[in-house]
């Protein structure tokens, strides 16, 4: 018997079945014109595109607002084990990247990739990743993140191929892959087209340096907690100064170094 039904319908400038797999939504051979194209070196590709491929940034990636492409780094390991570690110089716990095998890998990334793209170390002795960072980011072609594993990077190469470090946090992971999607959703979402509606990210927290006012929603009462009513008062000027006042309250008691932060900007 023939199979007469339709075609899938296509979406954007990918088209998507029912049975994709996730990691089919990463085609590293589809170069998507004027795509915001994101590379990832690591350990383990298999990871992505993990939760980037679920919700809205999902949906994006599927429509070709950006591309994400893995650098498997084993694939560069020496020997017929693919070693891509070895002891600390020196001495002393863990092993280290290999300056010869990342080195490797990251040419073959930047090959391909837009030359106004930065290369990016996730590192917990890296600047910290704000949301200004991540606006930055947005702004450019695209980015090469390396995910670290063991004791790190060997610094021979942060030096030659003059890489950023960058941190998601005071604190250590055991590898750079869950810190690699944490900043790519924070940059994907800020990409036109994404968040459908621009005073999205606008309104949220951080966006004007401080955090963001609490949010309500039906029903009116619940467990003997109301609304406020500023919110339901339809009056738009008060409830603006509401949420501004709240902000301010949160900020102050909760992140003072971003209060303080602020303060100087209205100097």
């Known amino acids: 018997m023939t199979d007469k039904s339709p075609p899938a319908r296509s979406h954007g400038r990918k088209t998507i079945r ?67 570690d ?26 391909t990739q837009h030359a106004g793209a930065p290369l990016v170390y996730l590192s917990p002795r890296g600047r910290p990743f704000t949301q200004g960072m991540a606006r930055d980011l947005a702004a450019r072609p695209g980015i090469t993140l390396i995910c670290g594993r063991f004791e790190g990077l060997d610094q021979r190469v942060i030096d030659h191929f003059n890489i950023a470090e960058v941190s998601i946090g005071d604190y250590v992971l055991t590898g750079g892959e869950i810190a690699a999607q944490v900043m790519l959703d924070a940059i994907v979402r800020l990409l036109p087209g994404v968040l459908g509606n621009a005073e999205s990210a606008e309104e949220e927290s951080f ?16 467990q003997g907690r109301a609304i406020p009513p500023v919110l339901l008062s339809g009056n738009h000027g008060a409830v603006e100064t509401w949420r501004r006042a709240e902000s301010e309250k949160l900020t102050q008691e909760r992140r003072p170094d971003l209060w303080q932060a602020h303060l100087g900007t209205e100097d």
Do not use: C
């Open 207 to 222: 966006s004007d340096g401080l955090l963001e006012h609490p949010q309500y929603t039906r029903p009116a009462e619940w």
């Open 86 to 111: 070895d002891t600390p110089a020196g001495g002393g716990a863990g092993m280290v990247l290999r300056p010869d095998v990342m080195g490797a890998a990251i040419e073959t990334a930047r090959a």
């Open 18 to 84: 029912p049975t994709l797999k996730p990691r089919e939504l990463m085609d590293p051979e589809a170069e998507l014109a004027r795509a915001w194209r994101a590379q990832v070196i690591t350990l383990f590709p298999e990871a992505f595109p993990g939760t980037l491929g679920l919700s809205l940034t999902g949906k994006a990636l599927k429509d070709g607002l950006w591309q994400l492409n893995t650098v498997p780094l084993r694939a560069f390991g020496e020997g017929k084990h693919r070693n891509v």
